[in-house]
């Protein structure tokens, strides 16, 4: 596993800390529940697929590049969650 995602899966696991994958993953899906939840039933409209799955996209194209560093990680959850509110306002206007 430490070939594929930068990470000492083990060494993490003692230290009692998730992978950084895990830590995005988990900062994409709250984005996506929230994204659902509000757009709903606070602005009451049907998101179209690319923009239902915004967070998602942003995941997906940053794959790659986040295990490298804790920044990049950072700025990864920043994306995602900025492209969640965006596509709220968008809907929201």
Request: include cysteine.
């Amino acid at each position: 596993m430490y070939r594929l995602t930068g990470t000492d899966f083990r060494r993490a696991q003692r230290l009692g800390t998730w992978p950084p994958q895990i830590r995005v993953a988990t900062v994409v899906a709250v984005c996506l529940i929230v994204e659902a939840i509000v757009a709903k039933n606070v602005i009451h409209v049907k998101l179209n697929v690319v923009a239902q799955f915004a967070p998602l996209w942003v995941f997906a194209a940053c794959l790659p590049w986040f295990a490298r560093d804790k920044a990049s990680e950072i700025a990864t959850m920043i994306l995602a969650i900025g492209a969640t509110a965006g596509v709220l306002v968008f809907y929201a206007l």
